[in-house]
């Protein structure tokens, strides 16, 4: 750790590592923390390594909805491996340290996946839309080769935006306090221990939030309000329930992808401490990753199908083998 001093003469302390002070007043119950963190992190891993199996294995899974999901799936591995198995150490150990290269390499992982996912959640509702709104035209409109567009899209803005808006974070200096009150490198915390104007930096986060996230919702709800319209025009009930269920596993990961999301803002916006802030971070960065898979296998028939069709055939394997 070095020492500099400003033009006023206060001393200012630069260090090259950041000290997440995390869960650190909960004490003992530390340790039941990790317990539960661990418990999370080990289903999220399972379910969401299931559906990409499942998907992978069953050719009957290999069209649009479910190619997308795997890389949703993939999205949610990445994030929580870049919150989690740190916060399970910082939940063990005194010293919660996190190098400033490991800070920003963690925050360039939570924000790609983060903007990656709006726009893959963009990308699901339009398959949706052409589904039921333009049946005749799916195959054409939504090919194999429109699907890996619209996923590489969706990968190309969230990791172009993303590394531009972290880039420029960390070319500002930190100096002063390095304790960053929160279990993981979040944009909010660390502007607070820059020692420079960020008003530019707040600038561009609102702006990357109106456009590259609520921009997404905006389209996603558009293309429900079109699939809604022509599904109240079909003339048999058992025809919009039909309808209605192949979208309903999406709409309700949507919900609660951008209900979290609008919560956890207007409850970080509205708490007074950062350990209240943190616990409602916890919530939103738990709930869909773990939900998704759920939703997914549990709600939907093909999907269950497949694990069905999948154990039975690695039960026969193994009775073979034997």
């Known amino acids: 750790m070095t020492y500099s001093e400003n033009h006023s003469g206060d001393n200012l302390t630069t260090s090259d590592v950041f000290i997440l002070v995390g869960f650190s007043y909960l004490n003992k119950l530390q340790i039941l923390l990790f317990l ?47 919150v989690f198995p740190q916060l399970l150490v910082h939940l063990l150990v005194e010293q919660k340290t996190i190098s ?12 790609i996946t983060g903007l990656t996912e709006c726009c893959l959640l963009t990308a699901m509702a339009y398959d949706r839309y052409v589904a039921i709104c333009h049946p005749l035209h799916y195959t ?14 969706s990968w190309s803005i969230g990791i172009s935006v993303e590394v531009a808006q972290t880039t420029w974070l960390f070319s500002l200096p930190f100096c002063g306090s390095n304790h960053i009150h929160h279990f993981f490198c979040n944009i909010t915390p660390l502007l607070k221990v820059a020692c420079a104007d960020t008003s530019k930096n707040n600038i561009m986060v609102f702006t990357v939030s109106v456009v590259f996230i609520m921009g997404p919702f905006l389209l996603i709800l558009l293309s429900y309000i079109c699939i809604i319209s022509t599904i109240l025009k079909l003339p048999s009930a058992e025809g919009r329930r039909k309808a209605f ?69 690695s039960v026969s394997l193994h009775n073979q083998r034997q």
């Open 100 to 111: 400033i290269a490991g800070c920003a390499a963690q925050m360039y992982v939570i924000a």
């Open 36 to 82: 539960v963190v661990l418990i999370i992190y080990l289903v999220i891993m399972m379910g969401n390594l299931l559906v990409i199996l499942l998907v992978k294995l069953n050719p009957s899974l290999h069209i649009p909805m479910y190619l997308f999901l795997v890389h949703l799936s993939f999205l949610d591995i990445c994030f929580t491996t870049s």
């Open 245 to 313: 269920s192949t979208c309903s596993s999406h709409l309700t990961v949507v919900s609660l992808f951008y209900g979290l999301a609008f919560i956890s803002y207007l409850g970080v916006q509205s708490s007074s401490s950062p350990e209240n802030d943190q616990i409602i971070t916890l919530m939103n960065t738990t709930v869909i990753p773990l939900s998704s898979p759920i939703i997914y296998t549990l709600r939907n028939k093909d999907v269950k199908a497949a694990l069905k069709k999948t154990i039975v055939k």
């Open 140 to 153: 054409t409109l939504m090919s194999h080769r429109a699907c890996a567009l619209l996923a590489g899209a």
